[in-house]
């Protein structure tokens, strides 16, 4: 950063300048100033290309930040997606379960008053055949007294 340099130069040699009688103004050496002056010169354009490319970078490497940024924030909200996704799977899931479990029960109940309807069916069936039977013999048997 020579230009600073220079610039302190300048500085210095307005401060060290005499001064003009009755006013503020101040005596310095035009040549020497116009040298520091032309100095400045050549030197401020590699200072300002030096200085574009760091704020070139410093753009650069904001965007990639963005970017960056952009790109954590989609991956965590289709994070979020799919957890939620997998909760409604999960709770889908459970729900089918009760539902199966619910059906399972009910047909179990079917089964078993199907089982017992039959059950009576027969025994019916078996008490009027052996009330006939019963009836026979007791005829059977008043005939023989």
């Known amino acids: 950063m020579e230009i600073f340099t220079l610039l ?3 500085e210095e040699i307005l401060e060290k300048s005499k001064n003009v009688p009755f006013s503020t103004k101040g005596i310095v050496d035009k040549e020497e100033i116009l040298d520091i002056i032309k100095e400045i010169r050549l030197k401020l354009p590699d ?3 030096q200085a574009k490319w760091i704020k070139e970078e410093r753009n650069k490497i904001l965007v990639e930040a963005q970017k960056e940024a952009e790109d954590i924030i989609k991956e965590a909200e289709n994070r979020i997606i799919s957890m939620i ?3 409604e799977i999960t709770k889908k899931a459970y729900e089918q379960k009760a539902q199966i479990i619910e059906t399972a029960n009910e047909m179990s109940r079917e089964i078993s008053k199907g089982t017992k ?3 009576d069916n ?3 069936k078996v008490e009027a055949v ?3 039977a019963l009836k026979t013999i007791q005829n059977n048997r ?3 007294k």
């Open 8 to 10: 302190e130069t300048l």
């Open 47 to 49: 200072e300002l290309k």
């Open 85 to 87: 996704d997998e909760h």
């Open 117 to 119: 309807d039959y059950a």
């Open 122 to 124: 027969v025994l019916e």
């Open 130 to 132: 052996l009330e006939d």
């Open 142 to 144: 008043n005939e023989l």
